[in-house]
Structure formats: C-alpha cells, structure tokens
C-alpha cells in the first residue's frame, strides 16, 4: 500500500515536518530521502501498481507513515497483499523491507526486515530529526520555496503572484512558460510560446546548466482549462529532474496546483488514462453545450478539472484548483 497513492494527509505532515526540521524534502518521497540518508543507491521509486513503495538493488521496501499516536499503533499489512508482495519480492530476487515514519516532534524513522503487523517498539530506529541536525544545519531552509508551494496558501504566495504578472504578460494573449529554482526562486528560464502552446525541448539542458536540483514550472493556459495530457508527458520528464511542482495560471484568474511527487515509469500510460476519463465524462458536458447551458469555453474547463480530480485519485499525485 504505497504511501503516496493512500494517505495524503499524513504525508503532508510528514513532509511539513521534514522542512521544518531541515532533514530534506526536495519534492522527494519520504522513503527515498531516508534510503539516502542510510547510504542506498539505484533508489527506484514505483508506479501505482508496483507491489512495493520503493526498490533498491536488493531490496522491495513497504513504507508507512503514522501520526503523533503511533506508538499505539501498527504497521498492518492485509494477509492478501503480504502473501502477493512476498511471492513478487521472490521472483524478482528482493528482500522485503519495511519502514515506518512516525511524525512527531522528533520525525521517527524505524525500519524492519520482512512484512507484518509491526509496532515501533519491534522495530529499528534508524534516524530522528537530531541525528540529520548537525548535517544539514539549523537556519532557515533553502528548501523554503517548495514548502510553500506544497501549503495550503500556495496561491496567495508572493512567487506565486509575481510569477503569474510577469508570465501573464509574457504570454501577451498566448502561452508562457517559466521555470523557478526551488531552493532560490530565481529564474531558470523563460519561454514565450504560441497561441496555445510552449516548446520546452531545451528544459533539460537549462536545469543542467543551473545546477538546480529542485525546480517549479509555471505557465499558463488561455482557454482557462487544467492540465492537459502533454502537460502530463512533460511533468513526467520533469519529474526525472527534479520538478516536482507545476503551476497553470487561467487566463480567467483561475489557478491549478499539481504536485507530482514521484517519477512515473509509464508516461503512455498516463496519458492514454486521461483520453480515457476524457471520453467517459463527454456524455455529461456535451448535452449543457448544446443545450446553451454552457459554453464550449466553460463546458472544457470543468470538463478538464474533471479528468484531472480523477487521474489524482488513480495516481495519488496533489491536484488543486483555486477560482
């Protein structure tokens, strides 16, 4: 059960926890950031249908995130799905692992071999917020910038306003596209597309370039809808790296979050599931456009939001609209 696909809160605590107490929270998953700290490599994180959270060379880890209450609480596991992920950590030579982050005051880590229904006490502590301190230091975080994107106030931010000026007037009645260092919040770069689109084929090489490990993409949309399915094919690449954060301005003041926290393998996946969800909700907003109950204009954009609320729930990313 993969922690980002299932609870959305209790990672959000968690990773509001990890910035506040500096452990670093690049737009990572929980588990990749402790596997690094702990000296892991060739960290792959899994799709939505993979049988663990997160595999090494060796090993297939579960990962669980708990509230303040743990201690009183387990790490279960249904005995279905812990016979059908150990049969699946046999045939792909894994060992299976499992890790529970418990957010607190001190940001808990405990790891165990093997799957079950594990409380913390029967289990290794591996780090606390003390043990990354002396690391990563105690001022004000660089990674400021993504926690704020990732907050509930995210649009009324003072990046996020003066982004959306300048690239609106970029855009100049078409698209834009900016991209933000998430540590600095200083450009990475600037494109002025076409009517309705932006080439962003030289993405790559400005992040490597900039150095950035971490970034967010803003552009906009003049028809006011969400994020389409080549929106999606580039956060997927973006998501490669580092970006994590995207951003669409609707040229009708609209706003739309989409926090995409880990690399997707199967981007003609994704995209095919869109086109799919697309087709299914026709049947609902074509009769209001012709009818006269909606615009064609209006009819796409809750059509689009649509699709979008239902591809988050299907691939546990964070998708927000703010009118």
Same mark, same amino acid.
Not at 88 to 94: C, E, H, M, P, Y
Not at 195 to 203: A, H, N, P, S
Not at 257 to 275: A, C, D, S, V
């Given at each position: ?19 506040? %107490? ?6 990572? %998953?929980?588990?990749?950031? !402790?596997? /690094? ?28 995130? $708990? ?33 529970? !982050? ?6 808990? !880590?405990? $790891? ?12 290794? /502590?591996?780090?606390t917020y003390k043990d990354w301190? /002396? ?24 990046? $996020? ?24 919040? /200083? ?54 790296l580092g970006g994590n954060h ?41 009769p209001k456009v012709l009818s ?32």
């Amino acid at each position: 059960m993969a922690v980002i696909t299932t609870n959305k809160t209790c990672l959000r605590k968690a990773k509001n926890q990890l910035e506040k %107490h500096q452990m670093g929270f690049d737009g990572e %998953h929980i588990g990749e950031v !402790v596997l /690094k700290r702990l000296g892991y490599k060739n960290i792959v994180l899994t799709s939505h249908k993979s049988k663990f959270d997160i595999l090494t060379a060796r090993e297939a880890w579960e990962i669980k995130t $708990v509230g303040r209450d743990a201690l009183d609480k387990k790490m279960s596991i249904k005995a279905k799905q812990k016979v059908e992920k150990l049969a699946w950590a046999k045939k792909n030579k894994k060992s299976p692992k499992s890790m529970m !982050v418990i957010v607190n005051d001190s940001a808990e !880590v405990y $790891v165990r071999d093997g799957l079950g229904k594990f409380r913390p006490g029967g289990m290794k /502590k591996v780090v606390t917020y003390k043990d990354w301190r /002396k690391e990563v230091g105690h001022g004000r975080s660089s990674k400021a910038i993504i926690s704020r994107m990732g907050s509930k106030d995210w649009y009324k931010d003072e990046l $996020v306003l003066n982004v959306e000026k300048d690239l609106m007037k970029t855009a100049g009645g078409g698209e834009a596209f900016y991209l933000v260092d998430g540590k600095t919040g /200083k450009n990475i770069m600037k494109i002025k597309g076409g009517k309705d689109y932006v080439d962003i084929k030289d993405l790559p090489s400005a992040v490597k370039k900039s150095g950035s490990k971490s970034f967010i993409s803003f552009h906009n949309h003049p028809n006011s809808a969400s994020f389409g399915p080549d929106d999606l094919n580039s956060m997927i690449m973006e998501a490669s790296l580092g970006g994590n954060h995207h951003i669409v301005f609707a040229n009708d003041g609209a706003k739309y979050r989409l926090i995409f926290p880990y690399k997707y393998e199967h981007p003609g996946t994704m995209k095919k599931n869109w086109y799919i969800r697309k087709e299914a909700l026709m049947d609902e907003y074509k009769p209001k456009v012709l009818s006269g109950k909606m615009t064609p204009l209006e009819a796409w954009k809750e059509h689009s939001h649509r699709i979008m609320e239902e591809l988050s729930r299907l691939y546990g990313f964070e998708y927000e609209r703010i009118l």
